[in-house]
């Protein structure tokens, strides 16, 4: 394992950001669109210290089938398919980690051990992050945030 410091981020992040650089509005809301455009402003800056190899950003292969589209009529543009594809799938942002047994085992005693009610997607993100010894987890998802 890397002695880089490593961050966590789960599925929403990259949709925002993919949203962000197509110009789809983040928000209805003026001060929650500001507040959502200054995250992906500093996820962006994570990425491209990740890609530098200053730290390492890491997620669940889970997010690859889970950044599908953005809302765009007709359904995910190219230019949206590629810009999931850089972001997650290019080797040169993020370091994708396969759920295996273990993962799964620790998603499923979040609830049964620890009382943290999520989805199971959810608590696969969570678990592969404690597993891998995250020291940061980046998510908008406010049902994993009330727990931490």
Not at 27 to 56: K, M
Not at 59 to 69: D, G, I, K, N, P
Not at 88 to 96: A, P, R
Request: glycine share 6%.
């Amino acid at each position: 394992m890397s002695t880089k410091t490593r961050i966590y981020s789960d599925s929403c992040c990259f949709i925002e950001a993919v949203k962000h650089r197509r110009g789809i509005p983040l928000s209805g809301d003026a001060n929650e669109a500001r507040i959502r455009d200054e995250d992906c402003w500093f996820f962006r800056r994570l990425c491209d210290a990740s890609r530098d190899g200053v730290i390492q950003l890491v997620s669940s292969m889970l997010s690859v089938a889970e950044c599908l589209h953005v809302e765009e009529p007709g359904g995910p543009s190219k230019e949206t398919r590629d810009l999931f594809v850089e972001f997650l799938t290019s080797d040169t942002i993020v370091d994708l980690i396969e759920p295996d047994i273990f993962v799964a085992e620790r998603a499923r005693d979040l609830l049964w051990n620890d009382g943290v009610y999520l989805k199971g997607a959810d608590c696969l993100h969570v678990a592969t992050a404690l597993l891998d010894g995250c020291s940061e987890f980046l998510t908008l998802d406010g049902r994993i945030k009330k727990h931490w």
